[in-house]
């Protein structure tokens, strides 16, 4: 029976799946007093609270989401990849 066998759960392994991303809010873009540098954004990592925490995330890749009005390829979604530097 091909069904029990995808329904056995294997030894080691959680019920529930492991999730490959955390949530961040956009701050805004690199600033100094006068003028803003758009090539770097500043982001909050949800779970982030020092800097000894940033150590991890260090070198991992980002992107941006979002939806636009009209479809490119059937798509209404684009995305925006970045690095954690």
């Known amino acids: 029976k ?3 066998s995808k ?3 294997k030894p080691g392994r959680t019920s529930q799946p492991v999730r490959l ?3 961040a809010q ?6 100094g007093l006068r003028t803003q540098n758009p ?3 500043l982001l909050q990592l949800d779970g982030v609270r020092c ?3 940033t ?5 991992k890749r980002v992107c941006y989401i979002y939806r636009a009005r009209r479809n490119v390829k059937g798509k209404k979604f684009r995305v925006i ?3 954690i530097q």
Not at 55 to 59: A, I, K, N
């Open 81 to 83: 990849w970045g690095k």
């Open 51 to 53: 800097k000894d925490d």
């Open 21 to 23: 991303y955390t949530k």
């Open 39 to 41: 090539n770097h954004a």
């Open 2 to 4: 091909m069904s029990d």
């Open 55 to 59: 150590q991890f995330y260090l070198g």
């Open 26 to 31: 956009f701050l805004g873009f690199k600033r």
């Open 7 to 9: 329904t056995a759960s």
